[in-house]
C-alpha cells in the first residue's frame, strides 16, 4: 500500500495487520499522525484534562508510545479494529481513560 495510491480515500485507516508490516519509520509516522490528531480534536472539543493529557504525552518518547501500540496490537485478539482505534486505547491506558471520556 503506497500514498500514491489514486484509489485510497483521505480518511483511510490501516488495519492492525497492515500497520504490523510497516517498516519502524513509517510506524512512527502513523502514530505521531493519529496523536496530532486526537490532541487537536482533543483541545477543539475542550477535553478538560488536555493539558494533563499533553503533559502526558510529552513524558513518553514516541518510539515509546509507538512500541506499546506495536505491543498492544500484538496482544490484541480482534485485528479488525482500526490502528487509529488502537491507538487511541493505547493512549487511554497510557494516559488515563479520561482522554476516553
Given at each position: 500500500?503506497?500514498?500514491?495510491?489514486?484509489?485510497?480515500?483521505?480518511?483511510?485507516?490501516?488495519?492492525?495487520?497492515?500497520?504490523?508490516?510497516?517498516?519502524?519509520?513509517?510506524?512512527?509516522?502513523?502514530?505521531a499522525g493519529a496523536l496530532d490528531g486526537m490532541t487537536l480534536l482533543s483541545r477543539e472539543n475542550g477535553l478538560k484534562t488536555y493539558?494533563?493529557?499533553?503533559?502526558?504525552?510529552?513524558?513518553?518518547?514516541?518510539?515509546?508510545?509507538?512500541?506499546?501500540?506495536?505491543?498492544?496490537?500484538?496482544?490484541?485478539?480482534?485485528?479488525?479494529?482500526?490502528?487509529?482505534?488502537?491507538?487511541?486505547?493505547?493512549?487511554?491506558?497510557?494516559?488515563?481513560?479520561?482522554?476516553?471520556?
Amino acid at each position: 500500500m503506497l500514498a500514491t495510491e489514486e484509489n485510497k480515500r483521505a480518511a483511510y485507516s490501516l488495519s492492525a495487520n497492515q500497520f504490523l508490516k510497516l517498516p519502524g519509520d513509517l510506524q512512527f509516522f502513523y502514530v505521531a499522525g493519529a496523536l496530532d490528531g486526537m490532541t487537536l480534536l482533543s483541545r477543539e472539543n475542550g477535553l478538560k484534562t488536555y493539558d494533563n493529557f499533553i503533559e502526558c504525552y510529552r513524558s513518553i518518547t514516541l518510539g515509546a508510545f509507538t512500541k506499546k501500540v506495536v505491543i498492544f496490537i500484538r496482544s490484541s485478539s480482534d485485528k479488525d479494529l482500526s490502528v487509529a482505534e488502537l491507538i487511541i486505547q493505547t493512549a487511554a491506558d497510557t494516559c488515563g481513560d479520561e482522554f476516553l471520556k
